[in-house]
């Protein structure tokens, strides 16, 4: 592909573009540099004329893009650094985090000593609770979106979901991925903007026991754990995890939101001998594998939700995001 046919005019005036570096629904990520300054970046490049008739998919583009500029700069969320339009094209370019991401270090590396668990979890919940005190909720957290840098610097990324909020107010919408999306929003019922924690939650169980904390052995069976959100801690599992940790997994992954954490409480527990700020990041070797996002049809929805009893609004769809059910 070239890449002068898949980008804006401005983008090409301004920058010069490389290869690519991912790929998404509705365009692609190339790696960039400024000739001016030669600092490399990331740009995602939006074809525009594939989502002309959805208007949902527009507002989102767009909000991505000024959601960005409103929670930059932070040092642990994905620097904003340009945006550049034309009639076909939007494209919005990144700081460059090509390290890894926490996808891929679940991937080889399954389970996480405490210690290193809660150094991934301390920038990631200074990230979602500085978006929260600016009234934006992240809605899709995962390990996807959980990005590393050169110098090994956590960056949350990804706000294409991202929605504004006021004090109080609810949200309503399906947006997550299965795994991580809180069973509040699964169910169709408004929600507040812990759902990011209830997604960080799951995140850290997987950290400590190298399994999802709400499993089954299909599609189906998934969505009535997730729904149910029975939380466990297998012995053989959890025997070196400490009370403290699972007590704050407790916290996060409770079901009753006006009892489940804020991203400031979370910040405040110790776990182990020492605060959340006091861990460093450490690589280990073991290998494993992370839950991968799935395709979930429509009748293994209905089916989810009418086994737990509850209203089956939405519809999620695809590996990623999930969007609302058509009527």
Not at 25 to 34: D, H, I, L, N
Not at 205 to 214: C, N, Q, V
Not at 251 to 278: H, N, P, W
């Amino acid at each position: 592909m070239k890449t002068e046919n898949v980008m804006s005019e401005e983008l090409k005036r301004e920058y010069r573009v490389c290869e690519e570096i991912g790929r998404g629904r509705f365009g692609v990520v190339f790696k960039c540099y400024s000739p001016v300054t030669g600092e490399t970046f990331a740009v995602k490049s939006i074809n525009k004329v594939l989502i002309a008739d959805d208007s949902i998919d527009r507002q989102c583009l767009y909000n991505e893009a000024k959601i960005m500029h409103l929670v930059s700069p932070n040092p642990h969320i994905v620097r904003i650094v340009d945006v550049c339009e034309d009639d076909t094209y939007l494209d919005i370019v990144l700081e460059l985090c090509n390290s890894s991401d926490l996808f891929h270090r679940l991937s080889t590396q399954r389970v996480f000593s405490e210690s290193d668990a809660i150094a991934v979890m301390v920038p990631l919940m200074e990230a979602i609770a500085h978006c929260h005190r600016l009234g934006v909720a992240h809605r899709d957290i995962k390990p996807d979106n959980i990005l590393f840098n050169d110098w090994n610097e956590l960056k949350l990324a990804d706000f294409g979901s991202a929605q504004c909020f006021c004090e109080g107010e609810l949200m309503s919408g399906v947006v997550g991925t299965p795994y991580y999306v809180a069973p509040e929003v699964l169910a169709g019922r408004d929600y507040n903007e812990k759902v990011d924690i209830w997604s960080a939650g799951v995140i850290l169980y997987i950290m400590l026991a190298g399994i999802p904390p709400f499993y089954g052995d299909s599609t189906e069976e998934i969505f009535e754990a997730v729904l149910r959100a029975n939380l466990r801690f297998p012995t053989r599992i959890f025997r070196s995890v400490s009370l403290a940790a699972k007590d704050l997994l407790r916290r996060m992954l409770c079901k009753d939101i006006s009892r489940r954490f804020s991203a400031e409480q979370v910040l405040r527990i110790r776990v182990g001998r020492s605060t959340y700020r006091a861990t460093t990041w450490s690589v280990g070797s073991k290998k494993g594998a992370s839950p991968r996002p799935m395709r979930v049809d429509q009748s293994t929805y209905r089916t989810a939700t009418k086994r737990s009893g509850l209203n089956p609004r939405w519809l999620p769809v695809g590996g990623g995001p999930m969007c609302p059910l058509e009527s």
